[in-house]
């Protein structure tokens, strides 16, 4: 189940994130996050801009919505979506994770 928290005017989540894939996709859920891979490599910071790029399109909100809290060095990050709820965040999710329960 992946956590969703709303927090300072946006919802808070999860990322596992997967650098140097053939394509940047959602995959899944993955202990309680959101399972992402990337096409770029985790060099100069190119994995941390294509996974706020990606996911803002995916989700279609501007790309300056979405930043890294923590975890810019790391697979595991903490992001935010600002300006949106945790149940439109959900929705948005789940058009790309049909069997993926959220725990808002």
């Known amino acids: 189940m992946v956590r969703l928290k709303e927090k300072d005017g946006g919802v808070v989540?999860?990322?596992?994130?997967?650098?140097r894939s053939s394509r940047s996709a959602i995959i899944g859920e993955y202990d309680g996050k959101i399972?992402?891979?990337l096409k770029a490599a985790p060099v100069d910071?190119?994995?941390?801009?294509?996974?706020?790029?990606?996911?803002?399109?995916?989700?279609?909100?501007?790309?300056?919505?979405?930043?890294?809290?923590?975890?810019?060095s790391s697979r595991i990050k903490r992001l935010t979506i600002d300006g949106m709820g945790a149940a439109e965040a959900a929705t948005l999710f789940g058009e790309h994770l049909e069997s993926v329960e959220f725990d808002l």
Do not use: M, T, Y
């Open 35 to 37: 399972k992402i891979s």
């Open 45 to 72: 910071d190119a994995a941390n801009v294509e996974c706020c790029r990606f996911l803002a399109k995916s989700l279609g909100v501007v790309s300056s919505r979405v930043r890294i809290l923590s975890g810019h």
């Open 13 to 19: 989540f999860f990322v596992k994130a997967q650098p």
